[in-house]
Protein backbone atom coordinates (compact mmCIF):
# COMPACT_ATOMS: atom_id res chain seq x y z
CA UNK A 1 0.00 0.00 0.00
CA UNK A 2 1.98 2.77 -1.28
CA UNK A 3 -0.25 5.02 1.36
CA UNK A 4 -0.87 8.70 0.31
CA UNK A 5 1.29 10.31 -2.29
CA UNK A 6 1.68 13.98 -3.29
CA UNK A 7 3.17 15.45 -6.44
CA UNK A 8 5.35 17.36 -6.94
CA UNK A 9 7.45 17.01 -4.27
CA UNK A 10 8.84 21.13 -4.63
CA UNK A 11 7.90 23.55 -6.65
CA UNK A 12 9.03 27.29 -7.21
CA UNK A 13 6.82 30.10 -8.36
CA UNK A 14 6.85 34.00 -9.15
CA UNK A 15 3.87 36.16 -7.42
CA UNK A 16 0.60 36.25 -9.64
CA UNK A 17 1.30 32.51 -10.69
CA UNK A 18 -0.94 30.13 -10.46
CA UNK A 19 -0.03 26.31 -9.15
CA UNK A 20 -1.76 23.30 -9.17
CA UNK A 21 -0.65 20.50 -6.35
CA UNK A 22 -2.34 16.96 -6.84
CA UNK A 23 -3.03 14.63 -4.19
CA UNK A 24 -3.65 10.40 -4.30
CA UNK A 25 -5.20 9.31 -1.26
CA UNK A 26 -4.92 6.06 0.38
CA UNK A 27 -6.51 2.71 -0.97
CA UNK A 28 -9.80 2.38 0.27
CA UNK A 29 -10.00 6.36 1.48
CA UNK A 30 -12.45 8.44 0.51
CA UNK A 31 -12.20 11.53 1.77
CA UNK A 32 -9.14 14.44 0.86
CA UNK A 33 -8.25 17.13 3.11
CA UNK A 34 -5.53 19.95 2.50
CA UNK A 35 -3.56 21.57 4.82
CA UNK A 36 -1.47 24.51 4.64
CA UNK A 37 1.19 24.52 6.85
CA UNK A 38 4.00 27.78 7.24
CA UNK A 39 7.59 27.65 8.74
CA UNK A 40 7.16 27.17 12.33
CA UNK A 41 3.18 26.69 12.56
CA UNK A 42 1.05 23.74 12.58
CA UNK A 43 -1.19 22.46 9.76
CA UNK A 44 -4.15 25.02 9.44
CA UNK A 45 -7.13 23.40 7.28
CA UNK A 46 -7.93 24.89 4.05
CA UNK A 47 -11.21 22.54 2.69
CA UNK A 48 -12.28 18.68 2.60
CA UNK A 49 -13.37 16.81 0.12
CA UNK A 50 -15.85 13.90 -0.34
CA UNK A 51 -17.89 12.64 -3.25
CA UNK A 52 -16.60 15.31 -5.48
CA UNK A 53 -17.89 18.13 -3.20
CA UNK A 54 -16.33 20.60 -1.19
CA UNK A 55 -17.94 19.74 1.95
CA UNK A 56 -16.13 22.33 4.74
CA UNK A 57 -14.03 25.01 4.20
CA UNK A 58 -11.79 26.54 6.52
CA UNK A 59 -10.36 30.15 6.80
CA UNK A 60 -8.89 30.95 3.08
CA UNK A 61 -9.59 33.29 0.22
CA UNK A 62 -11.54 32.38 -2.97
CA UNK A 63 -7.99 31.87 -4.55
CA UNK A 64 -7.96 28.48 -3.02
CA UNK A 65 -9.78 25.80 -4.72
CA UNK A 66 -9.91 22.49 -5.52
CA UNK A 67 -11.45 19.33 -6.71
CA UNK A 68 -11.74 15.90 -6.59
CA UNK A 69 -11.76 13.41 -9.23
CA UNK A 70 -14.25 9.82 -9.51
CA UNK A 71 -11.10 7.65 -8.58
CA UNK A 72 -10.92 10.21 -5.51
CA UNK A 73 -7.50 11.75 -5.95
CA UNK A 74 -7.68 15.23 -5.05
CA UNK A 75 -6.14 18.56 -6.32
CA UNK A 76 -5.20 22.20 -4.85
CA UNK A 77 -5.21 25.11 -7.03
CA UNK A 78 -4.04 28.38 -5.85
CA UNK A 79 -4.79 31.66 -8.10
CA UNK A 80 -2.71 35.02 -7.98
CA UNK A 81 0.20 33.32 -5.42
CA UNK A 82 1.59 35.73 -2.75
CA UNK A 83 4.63 35.87 -1.11
CA UNK A 84 2.83 34.52 1.91
CA UNK A 85 1.41 31.50 0.16
CA UNK A 86 4.99 29.56 0.08
CA UNK A 87 4.07 26.75 2.98
CA UNK A 88 4.17 23.00 2.99
CA UNK A 89 0.40 21.61 1.36
CA UNK A 90 -0.02 18.86 3.05
CA UNK A 91 -2.46 16.38 1.88
CA UNK A 92 -4.74 14.03 4.03
CA UNK A 93 -7.06 10.79 3.37
CA UNK A 94 -9.90 8.90 5.30
CA UNK A 95 -12.27 6.39 5.28
CA UNK A 96 -15.65 7.81 5.14
CA UNK A 97 -17.54 6.69 8.19
CA UNK A 98 -18.40 8.28 12.15
CA UNK A 99 -15.71 9.80 13.16
CA UNK A 100 -13.44 7.76 11.15
CA UNK A 101 -12.12 10.64 8.65
CA UNK A 102 -10.35 12.23 12.74
CA UNK A 103 -8.77 8.79 13.64
CA UNK A 104 -8.06 7.37 10.67
CA UNK A 105 -6.25 10.72 8.50
CA UNK A 106 -3.15 9.44 6.79
CA UNK A 107 -1.13 12.50 5.83
CA UNK A 108 0.82 12.50 2.52
CA UNK A 109 4.38 13.72 3.07
CA UNK A 110 3.57 17.25 1.36
CA UNK A 111 4.46 19.40 -1.33
CA UNK A 112 6.95 22.69 -0.26
CA UNK A 113 5.85 25.47 -2.19
CA UNK A 114 8.15 28.69 -2.59
CA UNK A 115 6.93 31.92 -4.04
CA UNK A 116 9.13 34.31 -5.16
CA UNK B 1 -6.09 33.96 17.38
CA UNK B 2 -4.92 30.59 18.17
CA UNK B 3 -7.48 28.21 19.53
CA UNK B 4 -5.36 25.28 20.32
CA UNK B 5 -1.80 26.41 22.09
CA UNK B 6 1.14 24.40 22.61
CA UNK B 7 3.56 26.63 24.52
CA UNK B 8 6.75 24.65 24.72
CA UNK B 9 8.00 25.14 21.47
CA UNK B 10 10.68 22.20 22.54
CA UNK B 11 11.57 19.62 25.35
CA UNK B 12 14.49 17.38 25.96
CA UNK B 13 13.76 14.19 28.09
CA UNK B 14 16.03 11.27 29.01
CA UNK B 15 15.49 8.11 27.27
CA UNK B 16 13.90 5.83 30.02
CA UNK B 17 12.23 8.92 31.94
CA UNK B 18 8.65 10.67 30.91
CA UNK B 19 7.84 12.66 28.33
CA UNK B 20 4.95 15.12 29.08
CA UNK B 21 3.63 17.08 26.00
CA UNK B 22 1.07 19.98 27.11
CA UNK B 23 -2.12 21.40 25.17
CA UNK B 24 -4.30 24.39 25.79
CA UNK B 25 -7.08 25.02 24.07
CA UNK B 26 -10.13 28.05 24.30
CA UNK B 27 -13.07 27.29 22.28
CA UNK B 28 -15.41 25.53 24.68
CA UNK B 29 -16.91 23.63 21.74
CA UNK B 30 -14.12 21.45 21.16
CA UNK B 31 -15.34 17.56 21.39
CA UNK B 32 -12.52 15.86 20.29
CA UNK B 33 -8.83 15.64 20.56
CA UNK B 34 -5.59 14.48 18.79
CA UNK B 35 -1.94 13.78 19.25
CA UNK B 36 -0.14 13.67 15.97
CA UNK B 37 3.61 12.49 15.56
CA UNK B 38 5.46 14.15 12.78
CA UNK B 39 9.10 13.22 11.37
CA UNK B 40 11.31 15.37 9.05
CA UNK B 41 10.17 15.15 5.35
CA UNK B 42 7.03 12.73 6.31
CA UNK B 43 3.48 13.89 6.83
CA UNK B 44 2.24 13.75 10.46
CA UNK B 45 1.08 10.38 12.01
CA UNK B 46 -2.12 9.62 14.05
CA UNK B 47 -0.93 8.62 17.70
CA UNK B 48 -3.80 9.26 20.03
CA UNK B 49 -7.20 10.67 20.42
CA UNK B 50 -9.55 11.66 23.37
CA UNK B 51 -12.93 12.60 23.20
CA UNK B 52 -14.58 15.12 25.40
CA UNK B 53 -16.69 12.61 27.99
CA UNK B 54 -13.52 11.18 29.18
CA UNK B 55 -10.59 12.25 30.96
CA UNK B 56 -7.90 9.59 29.93
CA UNK B 57 -7.02 7.21 26.93
CA UNK B 58 -4.05 4.89 26.88
CA UNK B 59 -2.57 3.36 23.62
CA UNK B 60 1.07 1.46 25.01
CA UNK B 61 3.57 3.96 26.30
CA UNK B 62 1.06 7.00 25.51
CA UNK B 63 -1.59 8.19 28.04
CA UNK B 64 -3.26 11.35 26.85
CA UNK B 65 -5.16 13.05 29.87
CA UNK B 66 -8.13 15.84 29.22
CA UNK B 67 -9.42 18.36 31.89
CA UNK B 68 -11.88 19.76 30.34
CA UNK B 69 -12.27 22.72 33.27
CA UNK B 70 -8.72 24.22 32.80
CA UNK B 71 -9.10 23.47 29.18
CA UNK B 72 -5.65 21.49 29.03
CA UNK B 73 -4.79 18.21 27.61
CA UNK B 74 -1.39 16.39 28.17
CA UNK B 75 0.43 13.72 26.39
CA UNK B 76 2.57 11.45 28.50
CA UNK B 77 5.26 9.07 26.73
CA UNK B 78 6.19 6.25 29.06
CA UNK B 79 8.96 5.24 29.00
CA UNK B 80 10.43 7.69 26.33
CA UNK B 81 12.56 6.36 23.41
CA UNK B 82 15.18 7.99 21.10
CA UNK B 83 12.48 6.89 18.74
CA UNK B 84 10.05 8.91 20.18
CA UNK B 85 11.93 12.44 19.30
CA UNK B 86 9.90 14.07 16.87
CA UNK B 87 7.08 17.21 16.31
CA UNK B 88 4.19 16.36 18.51
CA UNK B 89 0.70 18.11 17.24
CA UNK B 90 -2.15 18.74 19.43
CA UNK B 91 -5.10 18.65 17.57
CA UNK B 92 -8.93 19.17 17.94
CA UNK B 93 -12.22 19.48 16.57
CA UNK B 94 -15.49 20.88 17.38
CA UNK B 95 -18.17 18.03 15.63
CA UNK B 96 -16.93 19.42 12.39
CA UNK B 97 -15.09 18.23 9.42
CA UNK B 98 -12.24 20.89 10.36
CA UNK B 99 -9.30 19.87 12.44
CA UNK B 100 -7.54 22.71 14.69
CA UNK B 101 -3.88 22.30 15.33
CA UNK B 102 -1.36 23.80 17.41
CA UNK B 103 2.20 24.80 16.52
CA UNK B 104 3.77 21.77 18.08
CA UNK B 105 6.43 20.79 20.59
CA UNK B 106 9.55 19.34 19.23
CA UNK B 107 10.53 15.76 21.64
CA UNK B 108 14.48 15.39 21.71
CA UNK B 109 14.85 12.02 23.99
CA UNK B 110 18.38 11.92 24.78
CA UNK B 111 20.23 8.47 24.92
Known amino acids: DAGVTQSPTHLIKTRGQQVTLRCSPKSGHDTVSWYQQALGQGPQFIFQ???????QRGNFPDRFSGHQFPNYSSELNVNALLLGDSALYLC???????????????FGPGTRLTVL | DQQVKQNSPSLSVQEGRISILNCDYT??????FLWYKKYPAEGPTFLISISSIKDKNEDGRFTVFLNKSAKHLSLHIVPSQPGDSAVYFC??????????FGKGTKLSVIP
Open chain 1, 92 to 106: ASSPEGAGAWRDEQF
Open chain 2, 91 to 100: AASAGSYQLT
Open chain 1, 49 to 55: YYEEEER
Open chain 2, 27 to 32: NSMFDY
